[in-house]
Each structure stands twice: as structure tokens, then as C-alpha cells.
């Protein structure tokens, strides 16, 4: 069966602070990828998604970034983090062609 | 830009109780989603409505796609409190070779025993 791991679960760091969030898939190959934030009040927000390895596109201009160094590894990284980038970060994945999107456990990330 | 628009936005009922919420857009998807998201967790798919006129029921829920695929409606019958948690609708596009959703802001349900 296919399982997601997201890593950590909480995080606190200081702004200005380096950020690398870790999102990895099991169970399946050449899956969709996505990284999303819910902020309190909020929708989820898509950060990034990929469609295969090196392939990253980005929905929103910001102060992050995404790789995908392996296919079934997605990595969310920010090299001085902000104040506005503290919430909820969730990875997800689907299959190509595949409607129905599986979500991590999320990491709460408060900036301070 | 798509936007989804959820209502209401807080909901408290009483255990047993009915309930509707309410999912709508002026845009066109190809299919729509519902979630259930529990504090610190990631949101669950629930069901995915694709044809228009879809009615879906799991249990207890009842899940309709609009005729013109801009909206959808979840009714709850009997509410128990498992069921509290945020109700997320996302809209599906598809394009680019990858499916992205825009979700709403999300129904938060609480059902008090």
C-alpha cells in the first residue's frame, strides 16, 4: 500500500533561519507531488507541485523553494525564513491521471 | 483565478441533528473533492464527484455535484460527534499532466454530544 512521510511534525526556528522540509512516498512510482500551506482562516494554499524528478513548478512567488531529487522525494526549503512563512505545511501526492490526492501529516512551522 | 466559496464557515449542532454545507464557485471543474481535516492532521479524501447531477453517499453523507459542475453540497444526516472536523471542498483542473486542486476555506463542524 502507499503511504506518505512528512518530516518534522513541529518546527520552531527563528527568522532568518534556513528551512528544509522533507516529504517522501512509499508504495508507488512517478507520483504527482504537491506542497501546500494552510494558514490559520485559511485555504490550503499550493505552493509547488511536480510532475517527475527536477521537474518543479511554482504557483505562488515567494520565499521558498522546492526540489525533487528522487522520485518519490520532495524537499521544501527556504534559505532565510520570514515571519509570514510560519503554518501549516502539508506534502501530498496523486498518480498521474488520478483524482483522489493523498496528504502527509503536515509540519506546523512557527517563525520567530 | 478560481475561487470555491464554502458555507458556512462555523457550524455547531447538537448530536443527531442534520446539517448541509455548501460549496460554490462561478467556475467550471472537471471534478470536485470533499475532505475532512482533523487538528494536526492532513486532510482525508472523502469522496470525488465528476459528472454533473452526481449524488454520492458514503454512509451517513451525502455528496451532489451541480448540474453545471460550479458547485456541490454536502448533507450529513444524524450527526455524530466523529464527524466534527473541517469539511474542505476542492475543485479539480486538470492540465500540464498534473491534477491541481483549489480548495475553499473549509466548514468547520462541530457536533455536540
Known amino acids: 500500500s502507499q503511504t506518505i512521510h512528512q518530516w518534522p511534525a513541529t518546527l520552531v526556528q527563528p527568522v532568518g533561519s534556513p528551512l528544509s522540509l522533507e516529504c517522501t512516498v512509499e508504495?508507488?512510482?512517478?507520483?504527482?507531488l504537491y506542497w501546500y500551506r494552510q494558514a490559520a482562516g485559511r485555504g490550503l494554499q499550493l505552493l509547488f507541485y511536480s510532475v517527475g524528478i527536477g521537474q518543479i513548478s511554482s504557483e505562488v512567488p515567494q520565499n521558498l523553494s522546492a526540489s525533487r531529487p528522487q522520485d518519490r522525494q520532495f524537499i521544501l526549503s527556504s534559505k532565510k525564513l520570514l515571519l509570514s512563512d510560519s503554518g501549516f505545511y502539508l506534502c501530498a501526492w496523486s498518480l498521474m491521471g488520478g483524482v483522489g490526492y493523498t496528504f502527509g501529516s503536515g509540519t506546523r512551522l512557527t517563525v520567530v | 483565478t478560481q475561487l470555491l466559496e464554502q458555507s458556512p464557515q462555523f457550524l455547531s449542532i447538537q448530536e443527531g441533528e442534520n446539517l448541509t454545507v455548501y460549496c460554490n464557485s462561478s467556475s467550471v471543474f472537471s471534478s470536485l473533492q470533499w475532505y475532512r481535516q482533523e487538528p494536526g492532521e492532513g486532510p482525508v479524501l472523502l469522496v470525488t464527484v465528476v459528472t454533473g447531477g452526481e449524488v454520492k453517499k458514503l454512509k451517513r453523507l451525502t455528496f451532489q455535484f451541480g448540474d453545471a459542475r460550479k458547485d456541490s453540497s454536502l448533507h450529513i444526516t444524524a450527526a455524530q460527534p466523529g464527524d466534527t472536523g473541517l469539511y474542505l471542498c476542492a475543485g479539480v483542473n486538470s492540465g500540464a499532466g498534473s491534477y491541481q486542486l483549489t480548495f475553499g476555506k473549509g466548514t468547520k463542524l462541530s457536533v455536540i454530544p
Open positions: 508504495g508507488t512510482s512517478n507520483p504527482n
